[in-house]
């Protein structure tokens, strides 16, 4: 393994390898760790005031372009490995919420199986982001969110610095939080337009559901089934099904909250098509405060966000480009990278990203 070394900004060059993850003041990830550093990078670092960073060691040019090799990309597929277990843990909750639907509860010991199994590949964040950017089957979109939801909700208690028993119980919150959904006559929750009234407020009580079935159980610690009944509650009290705000709504709900409305609006919907990642970023960001915890959800962009660096995409004009920088300011208003020509979206306002490729 590569020598750590602390090094002054101003030595810093292009292709140098960045060691540990650098932070701003406020505790946002600016530039992660095995990043690979350009001028763009540097000059951005230096106007924030970094003067010293941990690099590898320089190497031969061989053995540097093998470790970026090496590196993990946004928008590349996961592991064969990763897919496997993937697929397996979604079948896995689609039996079990299926069997719980009908009273079944001989399966349940499934649910700390499938916990493990996610929570065996907390380390392999890029890996979980890349699976849930992957297109998905629209008719089993309920378990792989499950699933999803369950993944993101153990980075966001990573990031939170939450002790592991927390994070394996945030991963169990994950994956029971719409299991209630299982009692919603399916004609309703793959319905390919918008819900009437009536429907809409069946579907709003599948967070009371799920919290029946499962606290019927007497299996789960209380902080599981508080997510699965209030993760649909609101800063402002805009929320369901009791109108909670603020201090009232517990952190594993909050957690649960931000997870869930990310992945659902990241994903194929039989009514509406997927949103890119910067998008919903920008979304998240200028319309969910106030209704999403401020804290939870900023650590969630401030973090997630970063992942796309070095992202390809596809702009408005046609033009491809690669993400070189997020602006913390805005997560969804990257600077990008076409040729010799850096693009800040923050300033160029007529341009958008249309796809990740």
Not at 19 to 24: D, H, I, L, P
């Amino acid at each position: 393994m590569a020598k750590k070394i602390m090094v002054s900004i101003k030595d810093c060059k292009p292709k140098m390898i960045i060691a540990e993850t650098v932070y701003n003041d406020y505790g946002a990830v600016v530039v992660w760790e095995n990043t690979v550093l350009n001028r763009l990078t540097l000059m951005q670092l230096e106007n924030i005031g970094i003067d010293y960073l941990y690099v590898y060691e320089q190497e031969t040019d061989e053995s540097m372009d093998a470790k970026i090799s090496e590196q993990k990309l946004p928008g590349q597929a996961p592991d064969d490995s990763f897919l496997q277990s993937y697929e397996k843990d979604k079948s896995d909750i689609k039996t079990l919420l299926l069997d719980l639907s009908e009273g079944e509860t001989g399966s349940i010991e499934k649910v700390l199986d499938i916990a493990n199994s996610v929570y065996a590949r907390n380390e392999q964040n890029m890996d979980i982001i890349n699976c849930i950017t992957q297109i998905r089957n629209v008719d089993e979109y309920t378990y792989y969110h499950c699933i999803n939801v369950s993944m993101l909700a153990m980075l966001i208690g990573k990031w939170l610095q939450l002790e592991p028993i927390d994070i394996h119980m945030l991963v169990q919150a994950g994956l029971l939080h719409d299991v209630g959904k299982s009692l919603i006559p399916g004609s309703i929750i793959k319905k390919p337009a918008k819900l009437t009234e009536n429907e809409y407020e069946k579907v709003k009580k599948h967070s009371q559901y799920g919290y029946y079935l499962t606290k019927r159980l007497n299996r789960f610690d209380n902080r599981i089934l508080e997510a699965i009944l209030y993760h649909h509650e609101r800063e402002d009290g805009s929320g369901y099904p009791r109108g909670l705000n603020r201090d009232q709504i517990p952190l594993f709900a909050k957690i649960v909250a931000v997870a869930d409305t990310y992945d659902a609006m990241t994903a194929n919907r039989v009514y509406k098509p997927k949103q890119t990642p910067f998008k919903v970023f920008d979304m998240m960001q200028n319309s969910c405060f106030g209704y999403l915890d401020p804290v939870v959800l900023n650590t969630f962009l401030s973090n997630i966000s970063h992942y796309y660096t070095g992202s390809v995409v596809k702009l408005n004009d046609g033009r491809i480009a690669e993400v070189v920088y997020i602006n913390y300011m805005q997560y969804g208003k990257p600077v990008l990278k076409i040729g010799d020509e850096y693009i800040d979206l923050m300033v160029r306002k007529n341009l958008k990203i249309e796809a990740i490729i």
